[in-house]
């Protein structure tokens, strides 16, 4: 009897141990498939964005039909609206007619055909032609202006922000800015300045989400490398303008 059970229990050892390493392995391979899933390695990296923007370029554009035109969401609308503004450089600019001439003379073509039909229907027996009235409605000029104020005013906290010295790169950013923008200004005129800013304003959006991979990838290296020369230079020029105490020391 104690032969028989001899002889038994090696087989029933030997299959717990099978049992027993199939178990460990199937958790150590879950526990190794879930260190994989929750690594950070497996989740896919964060792509680098200018301006560290996180929506889509149709978002940051405000969204709606103005950023539909933009974008080219509906090229007949956005090849008219950039045509039309070609039309207005060219007339002002390149044939240099001026705005109050041409209100004076639109005004004049339409009145006086208004007035010669209004008068031929008389003896041609038709009805005279329904002049509509026109008059600007209140709400859209006040909720412009409030846009306007609110635009305004934010400006002018930024400036302050600015003026008050606590941040040394943003202020050399806009000195940078405002000497260029005066450099440009002084090559061209107001209008042909706007037209340029349209015209960028309408091409660069667009070709900016057509490429959008290559470009972020292209200003991430050059970012870095601003970085890097703005370090540089903060070594060997700012850190050695002396500065006044930022507090005033603690009264023991």
């Avoid at 700012?238 to 603690?250: N, Q, T």
């Amino acid at each position: 009897m104690a032969d028989h059970e001899d002889s038994t229990s090696p087989p029933v050892e030997s299959m717990m141990e099978k049992i027993s390493e199939k178990i460990h392995g199937h958790d150590s391979s879950s526990s190794d498939s879930d260190n994989e899933k929750s690594s950070p390695s497996a989740f896919k990296a964060k792509v680098y964005r200018i301006f560290g923007r996180e929506k889509p370029v149709h978002k940051v554009l405000g969204g709606g039909k103005p950023a539909d035109v933009v974008l080219w969401r509906n090229k007949k609308i956005s090849a008219g609206v950039l045509g039309g503004a070609t039309a207005v450089w060219i007339l002002f600019e390149l044939l240099e007619y001026h705005l109050l001439t041409l209100v004076c003379h639109c005004s004049i073509l339409a009145l006086a055909i208004l007035f010669l039909w209004s008068n031929a229907t008389t003896f041609i027996n038709k009805a005279p032609p329904h002049i509509p009235e026109v008059h600007i409605p209140e709400d859209p000029v006040l909720q412009f202006a409030s846009a306007l104020r609110i635009e305004i005013n934010r400006g002018f906290a930024l400036l302050r922000n600015i003026a008050s010295g606590k941040d040394l790169k943003k202020f050399l950013s806009v000195i940078a800015g405002l000497w260029v923008v005066s450099i440009v200004g002084s090559w061209c005129n107001f209008l042909t300045l706007f037209y340029i800013v349209f015209v960028l304003l309408h091409t660069v959006p667009v070709l900016y989400e057509k490429y959008e991979d290559p470009v972020d990838s292209f200003a991430e290296k050059a970012m870095v490398e601003i970085k890097k020369q703005y370090a540089v230079f903060d070594a060997k020029v700012l850190s050695r303008i002396p500065r006044g105490p930022l507090k005033d020391k603690k009264i023991a």
